[in-house]
């Protein structure tokens, strides 16, 4: 069974910090992409970021265009956590957060495209 839990988010102040974490439990680790996603109150979900991994094991992180160069994405095999590192946060930045996995061979950035979610953990930029 897999299982996905957020943890992490809460209130702060823009120019703050937050890091998310994401806890994974039976996810397969040969889909391309892990990603994270935002969900703000009467919008789309939406691409954050994602690790892509290529047919020999590299990974590398991609960003959408508004969190690059706030934003950091990693992971910890060993722990098998995913981790969204959010600097400089701004209210633009408030939504709900989610971690999702095991993308199908869509875009990284293409909600549908992948199979497993998690809850959400909420994160609130004044």
């Known amino acids: 069974e897999v299982q996905l839990v957020e943890s992490g988010g809460g209130s702060v102040e823009a120019g703050g910090s937050l890091r998310l974490s994401c806890a994974a439990a039976g996810v397969s680790c040969r889909y391309k992409y892990t990603g994270w996603f935002r969900q703000a109150p009467g919008k789309e979900r939406e691409g954050v970021a994602a690790?892509?991994?290529?047919?020999?094991?590299?990974?590398?992180?991609i960003y959408a265009d508004s969190v690059k160069g706030r934003f950091t994405i990693s992971r910890d095999n060993a722990k098998n956590t995913m981790y969204l590192q959010m600097n400089s946060l701004k209210p633009e930045d408030t939504a709900m957060y989610y971690c999702?996995?095991?993308?199908?061979?869509?875009?990284?950035?293409?909600?549908?495209?992948?199979?497993?979610w998690g809850q959400g953990t909420q994160v609130t930029v004044s």
């Open positions: 999702a996995a095991e993308n199908g061979g869509g875009r990284w950035n293409d909600r549908w495209a992948y199979n497993y």
């Open positions: 690790i892509y991994v290529s047919g020999g094991g590299t990974s590398s992180p």
